[in-house]
């Protein structure tokens, strides 16, 4: 059974640009919630995708959008990339239990 | 809201000696916690969670944690460590809400010497 997969794993982009990063869920779980973790901090969350709709979302920035699809994979988008956008993405699914599943991650690196 | 204080930043102890890691959380509500460890360039893995119940509790690789209400900390124990439990530790709370979002504290980075 393939846990949560994140893709990329790597990529660099530049001030101003727009990235997507897509995550796929562990099998059955329902709920993707992603969070940003700059170097050296703990995870901050996001927002947090159930039933196709965004159910909760944290302290960040209008740029900051998703989507979930109807087999539950997820997409993070970030607009006007700034350089302080430089983090890991980390994905994590829930079967709607408090437990959560993180996958590997994505490092966005803004030059 | 909820807000969660590692107290430590940073834990060097020798290889096969006991280690504590310390969490508090702050919490208008009940919540569930959960400690996570994260190796070098990896995602996040679960060690250990308190839902409800016996507050001690027991989770993956010889960790375990004790929930204190009164004094609201959720502190991480291991009798004897290893080399390969360096890595970074992080304490979370969730309130009860179905998939509840994680607030996470800023981590511990546990250091295991030989």
């Known amino acids: 059974d393939a846990g949560v997969t994140q893709s990329p794993t790597h990529l660099i982009k530049t001030r101003g640009q727009q990235v997507t990063l897509r995550c796929s869920p562990k099998?059955?779980?329902?709920?993707v919630s992603w969070y940003q973790q700059a170097l050296g901090q703990g995870p901050q969350f996001i927002f947090q995708y159930y039933e196709e709709e965004e159910r909760q979302r944290g302290n960040f920035p209008d740029r900051f959008s998703g989507h979930q699809f109807p087999n539950y994979s997820s997409e993070l988008n970030v607009n006007a990339l700034l350089l302080g956008d430089s983090a890991l993405y980390l994905c994590a699914s829930s079967p709607g239990t408090a437990e959560a599943f993180f996958g590997q991650g994505t490092r966005l690196t803004v030059v | 809201a909820q807000s969660v204080t590692q107290l430590d930043s940073q834990v060097p102890v020798f290889e096969e000696a006991p280690v504590e890691l310390r969490c508090n959380y702050s919490?208008?509500?009940?919540?569930?916690l959960f400690w996570y460890v994260q190796y070098p360039n990896q995602g996040l893995q679960l060690l250990l969670k308190y839902l409800s119940g016996s507050t001690l509790v027991k989770g993956i690789n010889g960790f375990e944690a004790e929930f204190n209400k009164s004094q609201t900390s959720f502190h991480l124990r291991k009798p004897s460590v290893h080399i390969s439990d360096t890595a970074e530790y992080f304490c979370a709370v969730s309130d009860k809400v179905r998939g509840g979002k994680l607030i996470f504290g800023q981590g511990t980075e546990l250091s295991v010497k030989p």
């Open positions: 099998s059955g779980h329902d709920t």
């Open positions: 919490s208008s509500v009940s919540v569930y």
